[in-house]
């Protein structure tokens, strides 16, 4: 018997063969927007090529979003229905683009695609394009796991060992000690104190949660969270291992080897590696163990189909070839990502891509370790932006800079926001 779900699926795959081949024609140029970088230039790039071999008669329009925040001319361009057929996203912005009616759910149109196949997509990563757990908001670029960079001359130079696969948190903070006495450089960055996937895995590593599974209860106080809260931020106030606030690097902290330590994803090793002649040595490797086993946080940025595309049809013809195994595989020959897809996983000539880094490897390793960012119901925010967001922050700024009590700062960031969660 078909169910209702299968019945629309069909329906759409039906609509798609009637009106696809003409409302295509009647496009007369399909509209792109996206961001400009080293990041996602090549990716641009390929998806406009892929597009013009299967419609060499529709000219992209490649429009670059502008500006810090890129929801504003979105939402924008939103209110006047004059967004582009596809655009630039991120996982921060799935649930409020859809929210604010910029992008669609585009899971219909996956399932209608014989050629296209979610289930090649490792899941985690695939979670980061739903809406409380539906739908397909956005096609994600990148097996974006956050992994660990290190200066092998720092830690040679210090006489300490380098992180392994075995290692945990404590050891490498022993070597960030030595480290900082021997040469005075920090081991973590400033710019990653406060991004959610670096501090949550220590809360999750010591058994801790920051929201309750309904959604309802901010957990900032637990005392699971504040040990893991109170060990991260040791860091800054205890082991004198984290770049101070106000400590100028004179660049980023890791290239200008202030940092010994660089907790990101994979497409920064571009820019590592484009340092010419290689001012130090480096590798990578998966996260170390906390008390309650390896964590790290992952997300990725994607682009998605808006409520205004001319035609969704269309438009799926542009992103989805994002997901393809050769769109894939040339993100990763380029060492601008890792591929998402599972059947990818032991390809020969991904990993015998040529160092540095050496352990390449250490990217798809880690995403067994990887956590997706926490969704918080209603108008407080996130972890990237709002109320919840300032809160938590500000929490960091009272225990590393203010002197405050881990349990005194995240106490008043929790009570802050619970209020808002209670409405």
């Known amino acids: 018997m078909l169910t209702r779900k299968k019945v629309l699926v069909l329906m759409l795959v039906l609509l798609l063969a009637v009106v696809g081949t003409a409302s295509a024609r009647q496009v007369t140029e399909f509209r792109f927007g996206t961001l400009q970088g080293s990041f996602v230039d090549n990716v641009n790039a390929m998806l406009v090529e892929q597009f013009n071999q299967l419609h060499p008669d529709i000219p992209v329009k490649v429009e670059y979003i502008t500006g810090a925040d890129i929801s504003v001319p979105l939402i924008a361009q939103a209110a006047a229905h004059t967004l582009p057929d596809v655009t630039f996203t991120a996982d921060l ?14 899971q219909p149109l996956a399932e209608a695609d014989p050629d296209f196949d979610l289930s090649d997509v490792y899941e985690n990563m695939l979670a980061l394009s739903k809406v409380e757990g539906e739908g397909l908001y956005m096609i994600p670029s990148s097996y974006d796991v956050v992994t660990m960079y290190y200066n092998k001359s720092l830690f040679d130079a210090a006489g300490v060992p380098v992180p392994t696969a075995d290692s945990t948190w404590e050891e490498v903070i022993t070597s960030c000690q030595a480290i900082r006495a021997n040469s005075g450089a920090y081991c973590i960055p400033y710019n990653e104190q406060k991004w959610w996937a670096v501090y949550v895995p220590w809360i999750v590593g010591y058994g801790g949660s920051i929201l309750s599974e ?210």
């Open 214 to 423: 309904d959604g309802t209860t901010a957990l900032l106080n637990s005392p699971e969270t504040l040990a893991g809260l109170q060990a991260y931020t040791d860091m800054w106030t205890k082991y004198d291992i984290g770049q101070p606030a106000d400590f100028d690097a004179g660049g980023e902290c890791f290239i200008v080897q202030k940092c010994a330590l660089w907790l990101h994803i994979p497409s920064p090793m571009q820019s590592v590696r484009a340092l010419d002649p290689q001012p130090f040595e480096w590798d990578v490797e998966v996260i170390p163990s906390l008390p309650n086993g390896k964590v790290t946080g992952m997300g990725t940025y994607g682009f998605s189909i808006t409520a205004d595309a001319q035609d969704p049809a269309l438009a799926w013809d542009f992103i989805k070839g994002l997901l393809s195994p050769e769109t894939q595989k040339a993100i990763a020959l380029q060492y601008s990502g890792m591929p998402l897809l599972k059947s990818l996983r032991n390809d020969p000539d991904i990993l015998a891509l040529p160092g540095p880094p050496d352990n390449i490897e250490a990217f798809l390793e880690n995403g067994e370790n990887g956590i997706t960012p926490t969704y918080f119901p209603g108008d407080c925010g996130s972890l990237y932006a709002g109320q919840i967001n300032t809160e938590i922050n500000t929490a960091f700024d009272n225990v590393t800079i203010g002197g405050m009590s881990v349990e005194e700062a995240f106490t008043e960031a929790n009570d802050n926001i619970q209020s808002c969660l209670d409405g």
């Open 93 to 106: 912005y799935v649930v409020p683009f859809a929210q604010a009616g910029i992008s669609i759910d585009m």
